[in-house]
C-alpha cells in the first residue's frame, strides 16, 4: 500500500514476504515433526527442531477473529477509512497456522467470525507483497 511502510524481513522471515511478492503464499512447517508455524520462528515450538522449510499452501481459511479500526494507526492507511484488522486461521494447518491480515472487498456487515477467505497479495515493496484476503466466493 503506498505510503505505508512495509515489513523489514530478516534471516527467519524473509522467505514469506519474498514468497508473498511472487503471488504465493508459504508457510513455515518443522521437518523433523511436520507441524506448521506462524509468525515464523528458529525452533519449533512443538518439538524443538532447528530444521525447517517453507510449505507452499493454496492460501484459504476462515475468519478467526476481527476487528474494524475507525482512526488509522499510521496515515499510510489513511485512504482506506475504516479498515479491518482480522485474524485468518488456514485451512488444513490443525488449526495452528492464524495470519493477522486485512479483509479486503468486504462490507462491515459481512465480515463475520467463520466467514471462508482466499488469499491474495497487496505489494509492499519492489519484490514483497503482504497477504490480505477477499471473501471466497462459491465456485460452479
Ligand atoms: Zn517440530
Redesign the pocket.
Known amino acids: 500500500m503506498p505510503g505505508l511502510p512495509g515489513p523489514r524481513p530478516d534471516p527467519t522471515t524473509e522467505g514469506y514476504w519474498l514468497a508473498a511478492g511472487r503471488g504465493e503464499l508459504v508457510i513455515q512447517r ?1 521437518t ?4 506448521h508455524r506462524h509468525p515464523p520462528t528458529q525452533v ?1 515450538y ?4 532447528l530444521d525447517w522449510e517453507w510449505a507452499p499452501h493454496p492460501g484459504n481459511g476462515t475468519v478467526y477473529s476481527y476487528t474494524w479500526v475507525e482512526r488509522p494507526i499510521h496515515p499510510g492507511l489513511a485512504a482506506l477509512g475504516a479498515y479491518n484488522t482480522t485474524v485468518v486461521e488456514l485451512d488444513d494447518t490443525n488449526g495452528v497456522v492464524r495470519i493477522l491480515a486485512r479483509v479486503t472487498d468486504v462490507e462491515r456487515a459481512d465480515l463475520v467470525v467463520g466467514l471462508p477467505v482466499e488469499v491474495h497479495f497487496d505489494p509492499a515493496g519492489d519484490e514483497i507483497a503482504l497477504p490480505v484476503f477477499r471473501p471466497r466466493r462459491a465456485r460452479a
Open positions: 518443522c523433523a515433526c511436520g507441524v519449533c512443538s518439538c524443538g527442531a
